[in-house]
């Protein structure tokens, strides 16, 4: 079955440590996005791709980096530098296009100590 | 600019109770989409629904209607007969230009036995 695919769902790392998530799709979908979501908040933009090797920063960039070297792997990595990582990340993916909602993976839950 | 609010942040209601779901959406744009999406407790985003804007009729699926109204630029979600599933987080979306979907900020829904 076709879906993204989000790991580990629960990562616990120690503050001043950098970490990568990964997420995989298996869409054929040429759009990839990162979103952030802190507990009874809506989600923010993080970063996104729209072709290989191409990626553009989202609303809340800062301490994050991600890349783009192939169409089904879009990973992210918080860096020692996002004052407060501790969140619930979501990936998703989508066609170009304005008629195409987007499919999201089950998310990794990432805790910083 | 595209923009979407959702008011309501959480809505509580006891099972079997009706609960409607509003969402205002600002664009400039003569064609867009509409999206609906759910939010359960295990976190992955499911697509509900999609509307184009071309396409006032409202829409019935089970237990789940959607009313769009161009007119006042809304696009509401009512769940009939509320059941102990349907507690989960709300999430209204407007297409933008560049492909990327404007989220609303989602509404809690919880249905008490």
């Known amino acids: 079955d076709g879906g993204i695919t989000q790991s580990p769902k629960y990562l616990f790392r120690k503050e001043g440590q950098n970490v990568t998530l990964s997420c995989e799709q298996n869409?054929?979908?040429?759009?990839m996005y990162w979103y952030r979501q802190d507990p009874g908040q809506g989600l923010r933009l993080i970063y996104y791709?729209?072709?290989?090797?191409?990626?553009q920063k989202g609303d809340i960039a800062e301490g994050y980096s991600v890349s783009r070297e192939k169409k089904e792997s879009f990973p992210l990595t918080v860096t020692s530098a996002q004052k407060n990582p501790t969140a619930f990340y979501l990936c998703?993916?989508?066609?170009?296009?304005?008629?195409?909602?987007?499919?999201f993976g089950s998310g990794t839950r990432l805790t910083v100590v | 600019a595209q923009k979407v609010t959702q008011a309501q942040t959480e809505i509580s209601v006891v099972e079997k109770e009706d609960v409607t779901l509003d969402c205002v959406y600002e664009?400039?744009?003569?064609?867009?989409?509409l999206f609906w999406y759910k939010q359960p407790p295990s976190g992955e985003l499911v697509f509900l629904i999609r509307?184009?804007?071309?396409?006032?009729q409202n829409e019935i699926s089970g237990r789940y209607s959607w009313n769009f109204q161009k007119s006042t630029s809304s696009f509401n979600f009512t769940i009939t007969a509320s059941q102990v599933v349907d507690s989960a987080v709300y999430f209204c979306?407007?297409?933008?230009?560049?492909?990327?979907?404007?989220f609303g900020a989602g509404t809690t829904v919880t249905v008490r036995a």
């Open positions: 998703a993916s989508s066609p170009l296009g304005r008629d195409y909602g987007y499919t």
């Open positions: 869409l054929n979908h040429d759009a």
């Open positions: 791709s729209q072709i290989v090797n191409d990626f």
């Open positions: 664009t400039r744009d003569t064609t867009y989409y």
């Open positions: 509307r184009n804007s071309f396409d006032e």
């Open positions: 979306a407007l297409s933008r230009n560049d492909y990327k979907l404007s």
